[in-house]
């Protein structure tokens, strides 16, 4: 891969975005390298949980990469909004939890893949904004549509309609973000978090994370039969047993995937 890195430490991936001199902008093969990625994890029943951050202390993503949409004429504007859009689907889609570890600036579709992401930690000098309007766009990967979902309606017009940058402090006042940390803490936490995430049973995460996602956009009563069927799924599992005689024995369960 040209312009991500990927590792796999025990059950956790991590994706790293390798753009850091153009601040980690999303170009083309950038985000067929990231789908691509997602593609293969997606059914790797070894990845337990996915961590997704830029490369250096500075920029998560700066979003589309203008200079590049500078060179298109309006049909391939069209395709590579598309394009970015269906990146930050499959990010979203994952049945396994996708951590942001955002470790500087999320504007324009940086914060919109963060948006996509299960869990969001981002270091003190982060900041957040959806600044389309200014260039004359709105945004096109979910941002209008995420962002109201997470923070509230009012205050995510706020920030489309002025492209209002927001510090870290206050994006976790808000809810848009889990915790603060010191930068050179990011990935420590962010890796901690993961790993707490591995230990559980995988079919149940997967399960949970079904159930909740479904389940948001649903009534009570639909999203209670959504979370029924999930927990059925759990019922036959050899981790289910597994939990229940780790819990008689008083030891810790090994999980299996099974």
């Given at each position: 891969?040209?312009?991500?890195?990927?590792?796999?430490?025990?059950?956790?991936?991590?994706?790293?975005?390798?753009?850091?001199?153009?601040?980690?902008?999303?170009?083309?093969?950038?985000?067929?390298?990231?789908?691509?990625?997602?593609?293969?994890?997606?059914?790797?029943?070894?990845?337990?949980?996915?961590?997704?951050?830029?490369?250096?202390?500075?920029?998560?993503?700066?979003?589309?990469?203008?200079?590049?949409?500078?060179?298109?004429?309006?049909?391939?504007?069209?395709?590579?909004?598309?394009?970015?859009?269906?990146?930050?689907?499959?990010?979203?889609?994952?049945?396994?939890?996708?951590?942001?570890?955002?470790?500087?600036?999320?504007?324009?579709?940086?914060?919109?893949?963060?948006?996509?992401?299960?869990?969001?930690?981002?270091?003190?000098?982060?900041?957040f904004a959806l600044t389309e309007t200014g260039?004359?766009?709105?945004?096109?990967?979910?941002?209008?549509?995420?962002?109201?979902?997470?923070?509230?309606?009012?205050?995510?017009?706020?920030?489309?309609?002025?492209?209002?940058?927001?510090?870290?402090?206050?994006?976790?006042?808000?809810?848009?973000?889990?915790?603060?940390?010191?930068?050179?803490?990011?990935?420590?936490?962010?890796?901690?978090?993961?790993?707490?995430?591995?230990?559980?049973?995988?079919?149940?995460?997967?399960?949970?994370?079904?159930?909740?996602?479904?389940?948001?956009?649903?009534?009570?009563?639909?999203?209670?039969?959504?979370?029924?069927?999930?927990?059925?799924?759990?019922?036959?599992?050899?981790?289910?047993?597994?939990?229940?005689?780790?819990f008689k024995e008083k030891r810790n369960p090994?999980?299996?995937?099974?």
């Open positions: 891969m040209r312009w991500i890195e990927t590792h796999l430490e025990g059950h956790i991936a991590q994706l790293i975005l390798k753009r850091k001199d153009a601040a980690n902008a999303l170009n083309q093969e950038m985000l067929d390298e990231i789908m691509e990625t997602f593609h293969g994890w997606q059914n790797d029943l070894n990845v337990r949980a996915i961590v997704i951050t830029g490369d250096g202390e500075k920029v998560f993503s700066a979003g589309a990469d203008l200079k590049e949409r500078k060179t298109m004429n309006e049909s391939e504007v069209k395709k590579a909004v598309a394009k970015i859009g269906e990146m930050v689907n499959t990010v979203e889609r994952m049945p396994i939890p996708v951590i942001a570890a955002i470790n500087g600036a999320a504007i324009g579709g940086g914060l919109e893949l963060a948006l996509a992401c299960d869990l969001r930690i981002a270091s003190e000098n982060s900041k260039l004359g766009i709105i945004p096109g990967a979910g941002g209008t549509q995420r962002l109201p979902r997470t923070i509230g309606v009012q205050r995510a017009k706020e920030m489309i309609f002025t492209g209002k940058k927001i510090e870290a402090s206050l994006a976790y006042d808000w809810g848009l973000i889990l915790s603060v940390v010191p930068s050179r803490s990011l990935m420590v936490e962010a890796m901690g978090l993961a790993e707490a995430i591995s230990k559980n049973a995988p079919i149940a995460i997967r399960q949970a994370k079904k159930a909740i996602n479904n389940g948001m956009e649903v009534d009570l009563n639909t999203g209670l039969t959504i979370e029924k069927k999930a927990y059925e799924m759990t019922i036959p599992t050899k981790d289910r047993k597994e939990g229940l005689q780790a090994v999980f299996k995937g099974e």
